[in-house]
């Protein structure tokens, strides 16, 4: 595939004036390759956003106050949102949202491992909004800042103002829970060290055994696998450690970056 891609004069065309900065508008600039790799981006990105949805069920139902169940609702009416702005994108390439969210087969939907467990309670939720949302708020600012489709780009700019606050909503509980009792601190401690390895996992594959890099070559994202997870972890692990929390992961003065304190599957 890469030995095909590099002969073809449209696809070097296309990958030279996008490394100069060019950014496409319209179907019309894409090669099919270019196409290919820009829909299966967006597709996986607005399944994502889905998918967050039913994970919040319980802590809706559990949460301590009223304040905290239009929190969590809050957040949800956002992630439904960011999902229909990627999905009204993907309509413009001819496909239908509706079939897509209603008569898929359930095996066809994207997800990460992250996003396969119904949060218990609020303290769980919170503790992904800190750390999952961050995640994914890393994503998508990657393509905001990078993607060379640049509807992509522009829709993208809501979406991660809103994600700011899931963050820092996150950030503010987590604090409070792991300074209100004993009782909460252990469970804040129990939901990070459940969570951080699949949170560090969203990022995908190490660089070094990643195969595909058509992401990079035409510039949807800008940075790998790996350099995201390192931007991930220069916010969580400080932060934790501002905290208290104990995460396995460290800043390694050698090798002047963050390193995970066990090996990633």
Not at 131 to 146: C, Q
Request: proline share 5%; glycine share 4%.
């Amino acid at each position: 595939m890469a030995t095909r891609i590099k002969n073809d004069p449209r696809e070097l065309a296309l990958q030279e004036r996008i490394a100069a900065g060019y950014q496409l508008e319209n179907e019309e600039e894409m090669t099919p390759r270019y196409r290919d790799v820009l829909v299966n981006t967006i597709h996986i990105a607005a399944d994502l956003e889905v998918f967050t949805l039913p994970t919040y069920s319980p802590a809706i139902r559990t949460s301590p106050t009223l304040e905290d169940k239009i929190a969590i609702a809050s957040a949800c009416q956002d992630e439904l949102g960011h999902a229909q702005v990627m999905y009204r994108i993907l309509e413009e390439f001819g496909y239908d949202t509706h079939a897509f969210l209603f008569e898929r087969d359930p095996a066809k939907w994207r997800t990460f491992q992250m996003l396969e467990f119904p949060h218990e309670d609020y303290i769980e939720s919170v503790v992904l909004m800190c750390f999952g949302d961050r995640a994914g708020y890393i994503t998508t600012t990657d393509l905001e800042e990078n993607c060379s489709y640049a509807p992509f780009a522009r829709s993208l700019r809501k979406v991660n103002f809103e994600e700011t606050f899931h963050i820092s909503h996150g950030e503010r509980w987590v604090r409070h829970f792991w300074n209100f009792s004993d009782e909460s601190r252990c469970r804040v401690q129990n939901c990070i060290e459940f969570y951080f390895p699949l949170c560090a996992a969203w990022f995908g594959m190490p660089d070094q055994l990643k195969t595909r890099t058509d992401q990079i070559a035409y510039k949807i994202r800008g940075n790998s696998n790996d350099e995201m997870r390192q931007k991930w972890l220069s916010r969580v692990v400080p932060f934790s450690e501002n905290v208290g929390i104990k995460v396995p992961a460290h800043y390694d003065e050698k090798a002047g970056k963050y390193v995970l304190d066990y090996e990633p599957p």
